[in-house]
Nanobody, 115 residues
Framework: QVQLVESGGGLVQAGGSLRLSCAASGSIFSINVMGWYRQAPGNVRELVARIFRGGATNYHDSVKGRFTISRDNAKNTVYLQMNSLKPEDTAVYYC?????????WGQGTQVTVSS
């Protein structure tokens, strides 16, 4: 089992920055991929960024060049640095961990970008 606790959401003006954190506990050694998803009202949940055990990363096209995902293995924490935020980035952001073939989710953190 894996537990995920997110922090770092909030309200920011367009062009601003936020950093999300996701602390993992439990059977973390078997986590292959960790990532961030987001869901805006009326939309499906979409992948924002993910990082694999070996360090490879994937990003949604809309955030490339603005967001950076990283992990601190010593702290069992994954970060999402979000720069040049846009109003369309407004959503609830969820941390995700793929443990063997099972997805675990955090509780979500709201990110609101005002224009």
């Amino acid at each position: 089992q894996v537990q995920l606790v997110e922090s770092g959401g909030g309200l920011v003006q367009a062009g601003g920055s936020l950093r999300l954190s996701c602390a993992a506990s439990g059977s973390i050694f078997s986590i292959n991929v960790m990532g961030w998803y987001r869901q805006a009202p009326g939309n499906v949940r979409e992948l924002v960024a993910r990082i694999f055990r070996g360090g490879a990363t994937n990003y949604h096209d809309s955030v490339k060049g603005r967001f950076t995902i990283s992990r601190d293995n010593a702290k069992n924490t994954v970060y999402l640095q979000m720069n040049s935020l846009k109003p369309e980035d407004t959503a609830v952001y969820y941390c995700n961990a793929l443990y063997y073939s099972t997805d675990f989710w955090g509780q979500g953190t709201q990110v609101t970008v005002s224009s």
